[in-house]
């Protein structure tokens, strides 16, 4: 089996049905009632709720987010029994860590959610609990690129040492306006895997504009795709070491920035909701090429010396 072998430090992916760790990994939870818990450094953070997707979407209550951001701004998100070390069976905790942060313009800042869930403000960092099988979600606004590292400790704080994986979904392309959404694996990171069902192509593309100074190119669903007319799977799953970064942001794969309201009025929500934590793919182990003997020892005999 060919695809177990992996040397391309995640730089290309492997379209398949099944991650190839190698060896074993933790298992994420999906969300039910884990403590998440936000907090960060130059910058403020709101007094909202973490909400569901659906409170989130039909406007019901505040929302957990990140504001007053700056490039020095660090935000990390931790969600409390979120995976399992399947070699212990302890519990791990998740732990994600955006810095880095690249702004649209002023200018070209645009926000066409309800502005009461954020207090009425056009740049921030947001967290919800994902639909389907994630544990966390982050929604962007007016932020072009930014970093995120994933790293895991036990409950008592002790870092885990393992290899994990990193489950990313909803890497949207918006057809009709100049945004398309994109991951690049910046370090610890040893092999990239795409869902057979996913639209991301396995080959990453050109990135163009603010994108192109951060990251060269990204994992990205092909501007053929649509979201949300079109619904398509859009995930891509990284197997990691114990502590991996990537960039993350929007393109525009016109060339140039993106482009937050167009000639004709429409509006362009300059952000991406991402979901963290959802297991797309199963996890299969080589078989071993090992020998192993057998031996009855009902039926060896002690010769006596004549």
């Not at 379209?15 to 190839?20: C, D, F, H, L, R």
């Not at 409170?55 to 399992?84: C, M, P, Q």
């Not at 070209?108 to 056009?122: A, E, F, I, L, W």
């Amino acid at each position: 089996m060919g695809q177990q072998t992996q040397t391309n430090q995640g730089q290309s992916a492997i379209k398949t049905n099944y991650v190839y760790p190698g060896q074993q990994v933790p298992i994420f939870k999906s969300y039910a009632n884990q403590k998440i818990i936000v907090s960060g450094s130059n910058c403020s953070i709101s007094n909202g709720d973490i909400l569901s997707w659906d409170d989130w979407a039909n406007g019901r209550g505040k929302f957990k987010h990140a504001y007053n951001l700056n490039t020095n701004s660090v935000v990390t998100a931790t969600v409390e029994d979120a995976a399992i070390d399947n070699a212990t069976g302890k519990s791990l905790n998740l732990h994600l860590t955006f810095s880095d942060f690249h702004f649209i313009p002023d200018s070209m800042q645009d926000y066409s959610g309800n502005p009461n869930q954020v207090d009425n403000h056009k740049t921030f960092l947001s967290f919800l609990i994902p639909a389907g099988g994630g544990l966390i979600a982050a929604d962007t606004n007016n932020i072009s690129t930014f970093v995120v590292k994933q790293s895991f400790t036990y409950a008592d704080g002790t870092p885990y040492q393992g290899k994990s994986l990193m489950y990313v979904s909803s890497l949207d392309n918006y057809k009709t306006v100049d945004h398309a959404e994109f991951i690049h694996p910046q370090s610890g990171v040893e092999a990239a895997f795409v869902p057979n069902g996913s639209s991301i192509l396995t080959n990453q593309q050109a990135l163009h504009g603010t994108a192109a100074s951060i990251a060269n190119e990204g994992y990205i669903m092909p501007p053929i795709e649509e979201y949300p007319d079109n619904m398509k799977d859009s995930s891509i799953i990284f197997l990691a070491n114990a502590e991996s970064s990537y960039v993350m942001g929007i393109d525009n794969p016109r060339g140039g920035d993106v482009i937050a309201t167009l000639p004709n009025g429409l509006k362009n929500n300059d952000g991406q909701a991402i979901t963290f934590g959802a297991n797309a793919l199963q996890v299969q182990y080589p078989k071993t090429s090992s020998i192993h003997y057998h031996y009855n020892t009902s039926q060896a005999y002690l010769l006596t010396p004549l």
